[in-house]
Structure formats: C-alpha cells, structure tokens
C-alpha cells in the first residue's frame, strides 16, 4: 500500500527544467500549476527580492522565506562569502531567523520557501527543524536534494518528512540564476 501511495504522488510531479537546460529556453513547471497558489506566488515573489539582494552582494542568488500562519517569522539570502561561512546558505539563515522570532528549534508549522531547489545540508537543518513544507523555485539538477538528486525530504527511513512542491514560480527564479552567471561570465 505504501509503493502504491508514493507512485500515485510521483504521478502529479513532471520533472522541472533542470538549471542546465535553460539555455534550451525557460518554461514553467506543469506540475507546479496545480498546486501553485496566490500564497505561494506571494511568499515566492519575498524569496526572489531575498536573492536578489544575494546577487547585489556579489553571492549566488538564492533567497528564502520562513511562513508560518501567513506571516514571514525569518528570511535569508546566500551570504557565505560575506559571512566567511560556508553554511550561511539563504534556507538557514531563514530557518535560524524563523527559530529566533518564535523562540524554539522545533518549527513543525514552518513552510519555507526557496528560489533554488535546497542541498543535501539545507535539508537536513529541515530536517532537524521538522519543518512541515519547502516550496522551492527553480531545480538543482547538480546537487538538489528534494528530488533532483537526492530526495531527503520525503525519505521514509528518516523520522520525519515534509512536503515538497517544486517549480512555483520556475523560470522566473531560473533566469535569475541565468543572469547572474552571464553577467559573472562577462555575458557570454
């Protein structure tokens, strides 16, 4: 019964388009439209100004946003050139942000939302936060671990999982990535 659950689920996902493709031409993810809503449009659009003040600071351009109830408790954008810290990612440093406003390390009602698919590390600060849901942007096809390639999130042999959406808001946060190297690369 289980395989069968997690097969159904599979089913509604397309894959998004990896970071890789883009020069192939930018499209929104088609399994992100059922699930896309005003909300996560909103807290997406927080997530993309959060990387773009990364890319002001000259880091790659990742933002987060840290909801819960509707409210942002924590934001956070790449800051690990800044901060002389290879861990200063944008998703935990909203999730730090998220567990100094609310006054505790378990953040079971938190959703975070994230411009770039999260690492193998991000995730596990989810995890270890037992976080309730990541929406993220864009997909990391060179180290995304929400299913990319890893699928950490929704691990049945770890004691605890959340929900996964990927793709709101896809080509937008992709292109921001797409420039910012472009413009690193002297356009090209």
Not at 156 to 181: D, K, P, T, Y
Request: aromatic residues 6%.
């Amino acid at each position: 019964a289980k395989a069968t659950r997690i097969a159904i689920v599979i089913s509604f996902f397309m894959p998004p388009t990896p970071i890789a493709d883009l020069g192939a031409g930018l499209r929104q993810c088609q399994s992100a439209k059922w699930m896309t809503t005003p909300q996560h449009l909103s807290f997406m659009v927080e997530a993309m100004a959060e990387a773009r003040r990364a890319a002001a600071e000259a880091e790659v351009p990742v933002g987060a946003v840290a909801v819960v109830d509707g409210q942002i408790v924590g934001a956070g954008h790449n800051q690990p050139i800044g901060l002389d810290d290879p861990t200063a990612h944008a998703e935990i440093l909203a999730i730090r942000a998220a567990a100094s406003t609310l006054q505790t390390y378990r953040l079971t009602t938190l959703s975070l939302y994230v411009t770039l698919e999260p690492c193998v590390m991000c995730v596990g600060a989810m995890l270890n936060a037992r976080i309730a849901r990541v929406v993220y942007g864009a997909r990391d096809d060179k180290a995304g671990a929400l299913g990319s390639v890893y699928d950490i999130g929704r691990d049945g042999r770890l004691n605890h999982r959340f929900e996964v959406i990927g793709g709101v808001m896809e080509s937008e946060c992709a292109a921001l990535m797409c420039e910012f190297f472009r413009a690193r690369r002297g356009g090209t």
